[in-house]
């Protein structure tokens, strides 16, 4: 269950609200889990992803103190990270924007998420003996 900073993370940004946003990413404490999942499973910045607010993305990515959103988790229901959630929603430069506003480390398993997909569905579409 979210605390009440993780809860107001979510109405921010189903508001597109980011002076709300703004007002509990500037908390420098760890009162709060920037990467909380709400009840669908999704973290804010998935959930930015999923609507397409690139200005709450950015904002989750940038944030000056404590820890930023983490786009390598994946979603309880999809197995989806946030930039392939964007893209599923036909949020290109979302998908872009959040995989160029993190560190290079993370980027590395991105890709094998998507390598990994891939795979699975190359397995799938080939024709069975």
């Given at each position: 269950?979210?605390?009440?900073?993780?809860?107001?993370?979510?109405?921010?940004?189903?508001?597109?609200?980011?002076?709300?946003l703004g007002?509990?990413?500037?908390?420098?404490?760890?009162?709060?889990?920037?990467?909380?999942?709400?009840?669908?499973?999704?973290?804010?910045?998935?959930?930015?992803?999923?609507?397409?607010?690139?200005?709450?993305?950015?904002?989750?990515?940038?944030?000056?103190?404590?820890?930023?959103?983490?786009?390598?988790?994946?979603?309880?229901?999809?197995?989806?990270?946030a930039a392939?959630?964007?893209?599923?929603?036909?949020?290109?430069?979302?998908?872009?924007?959040?995989?160029?506003?993190?560190?290079?480390?993370?980027?590395?398993?991105?890709?094998?998420?998507?390598d990994f997909?891939?795979?699975?569905?190359?397995?799938?579409?080939?024709?069975?003996?």
């Amino acid at each position: 269950m979210p605390n009440i900073a993780e809860y107001t993370i979510f109405e921010a940004v189903k508001e597109n609200s980011l002076k709300r946003l703004g007002n509990i990413l500037d908390l420098d404490d760890d009162s709060f889990d920037i990467n909380a999942r709400n009840a669908s499973g999704l973290t804010a910045l998935m959930e930015a992803a999923r609507v397409g607010s690139a200005v709450i993305a950015r904002a989750l990515l940038n944030r000056t103190t404590g820890i930023i959103a983490d786009i390598t988790l994946v979603s309880d229901g999809t197995g989806k990270t946030a930039a392939q959630i964007a893209e599923s929603a036909g949020f290109i430069a979302l998908k872009t924007a959040i995989l160029t506003n993190v560190p290079s480390s993370w980027l590395a398993a991105i890709q094998e998420c998507d390598d990994f997909e891939r795979r699975i569905d190359d397995s799938y579409s080939r024709p069975r003996p």
